[in-house]
């Protein structure tokens, strides 16, 4: 405060013009003068509200009669307070950051501005101390510190790494985990370049992250290797965000590493299972049909040799006997395809409607017989082999012929919608509907909803669909009405490698 404002304002304290009070006392800052040893001359109203009392004017002093604590904690000696120090003609300490304690025990937060007065010799004659209140301001700061604690020991118990690095790759801030899983401490680490846990053959990776978080992107679950500080290597599942400064310019980048090493343990565990499990199905399919083939041609032999030979009851077992193999060889025909399926090399790209064509051409017969009708809108060219998108169709259009309703001739609907990441294909019929409690058991190896009498199969031929779908990584599905029809759905995405 200018000496000159600093006279207007004891001017309106001295004279004794109520006009004056009222000036000082509807300042929206509190304020109080002293005397030249300190002694509490004036204390304007926002002064009170502030400070929670009204003082004995020329007794009591500011910085005794209430307790004063400084940022840290530590009290502050009365003699060291601002305006004391000012009042003995020491320098004038602005800014300071001050806790003190109301009577009722709430604590208010402070910032003195002090000045002094002084007469045409040069004595200090008056003191002035304006108090800005920052106790909101201090409250905010207080929770954000204790937001950041809390954050940090989140951070710090979390079971994944987190780790921030610069625009440069310069590691920022490494937490406990990331101690635990790469081996280096904060102080080892901080400071140098994280390319320092990337394996030789993938330090390419680094400047594409970079570029994509430049770009503003957030790269999700990257399945990736990193190295230990050992030269171990480890499995892990990246998530990197950008991170932003106040003004929103991208400084930086903020990691989770997942140690994925015992879950890609899991899923090679259960690949080799599989294959295992493959395996023997397709070797016990592929034994059982010789003795199988056998069991039909002496069947055959005896009822065409010696039918004369036997009486009714016994070429009815016969015919029964015969029935069963051939039931048995579909069967194990059904089971080999389906332990076939499997897309060892990449896909090719197969035209869906030159593919239903050839599918249309091998349900003839069927088609012909149930009168069914057929028709399809344009299909489009996908990533598949041409075997399994025929395999698709071919099972179900055959079970939306297979499956119709006795009331009505089969007109059945083959159609693809394209969506962002693929394609959603369907064949729609008119036949007798699955019930909703079957809409996913249907999919189930050898579930089947009516018996062999009702209608012939093995239960394996939805099994195959979804089978071929996952191996796209797509998902096939039915809407149904039961008695009005049905509508099977599988979706193809676009590419295997889903573009980046
Ligand atoms: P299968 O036809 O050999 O029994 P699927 O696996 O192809 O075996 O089908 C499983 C079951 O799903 C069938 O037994 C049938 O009950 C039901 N289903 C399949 N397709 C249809 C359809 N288009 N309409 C009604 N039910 C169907």
């Known amino acids: 405060m200018t000496a000159q404002g600093l006279k207007a304002l004891i001017h309106l304290r001295n004279g004794a013009d109520q006009e004056g009070r009222d000036i000082l006392d509807a300042l929206p800052v509190a304020l109080y003068l002293t005397d030249a040893e300190g002694r509490l001359t004036y204390f304007n109203a926002a002064a009170v509200k502030l400070s929670g009392r009204t003082p004995q004017l020329g007794v009591d002093q500011w910085c005794v009669t209430w307790k004063i604590f400084l940022a840290d904690g530590t009290p502050l000696p ?15 300490v602005e800014g300071m950051e001050c806790l003190a304690e109301r009577p009722d025990g709430t604590q208010f937060w402070f910032t003195p501005y002090p000045a002094v007065l002084r007469d045409e010799q040069g004595r200090i004659t008056h003191g002035i101390n304006l108090l800005v209140d920052i106790t909101s301001r201090k409250f905010e700061q207080n929770q954000a510190a204790q937001a950041a604690l809390l954050l940090s020991a989140i951070v710090d118990s979390s079971d994944d790494a987190i780790i921030s690095k610069d625009l440069n790759g310069t590691i920022t801030s490494w937490n406990k985990s990331a101690e635990r899983l790469f081996g280096y401490t904060a102080e080892e680490i901080i400071g140098r370049p994280v390319t320092l846990l990337i394996p030789s053959d993938r330090q390419q990776e680094e400047p594409r992250i970079i570029a994509r978080l430049k770009a503003g992107e957030r790269v999700d679950h990257f399945e990736t290797i990193r190295r230990r500080k050992d030269g171990s290597l480890l499995d892990i599942s990246l998530t990197i965000s950008p991170v932003r400064n106040a003004r929103g310019n991208i400084i930086g980048a903020s990691k989770i590493a997942r140690d994925i090493t015992e879950r890609r343990r899991a899923e090679a565990e259960i690949l080799r299972a599989n ?27 005896l009822a065409r040799r010696y039918s004369s030979k036997l009486d009714g009851q016994a070429l009815e077992f016969l015919g029964h006997l015969r029935a069963g193999a051939t039931r048995m060889e579909v069967l194990v025909s059904d089971l080999l395809a389906y332990t076939q399926i499997s897309k060892r090399e990449e896909p090719e790209m197969v035209d869906a409607n030159a593919t239903l064509t050839i599918v249309l051409e091998s349900l003839a017969g069927s088609i012909a017989e149930s009168g069914a009708r057929i028709d399809s809108g344009p299909l489009p060219v996908v990533p598949m082999h041409a075997a399994h998108l025929q395999q698709l169709f071919q099972n179900l259009i055959g079970n939306a012929i297979k499956y119709r309703s006795p009331e009505r001739k089969p007109e059945i609907h083959v ?75 599988f979706t193809i995405p676009r590419s295997r490698d889903g573009g980046g």
């Open 275 to 301: 294959r295992d499990l493959e395996q023997f199905a397709f070797s016990a399919s592929h034994d059982l049909q010789e003795p199988l083939r056998g069991l039909k041609i002496y069947s055959e032999l």
């Open 78 to 92: 009365h003699d060291q307070c601002p305006l004391a120090v000012a009042l003995k003609g020491g320098e004038i």
């Open 415 to 489: 159609a693809a919608e394209s969506q962002s990441d693929g394609w959603t294909m369907a064949v729609t019929d008119n036949g007798i509907g699955i019930a909703p409690e079957y809409k996913e058991k249907v999919f189930g190896l050898f579930k089947r909803l009516h018996s062999n009498e009702e209608y012939s199969g093995t239960g394996i031929g939805l099994a195959i669909c979804q089978r071929i779908v996952a191996q796209y990584d797509g998902r096939i599905w039915v809407d149904s009405e039961p008695g009005q029809g049905s509508a099977f759905r």
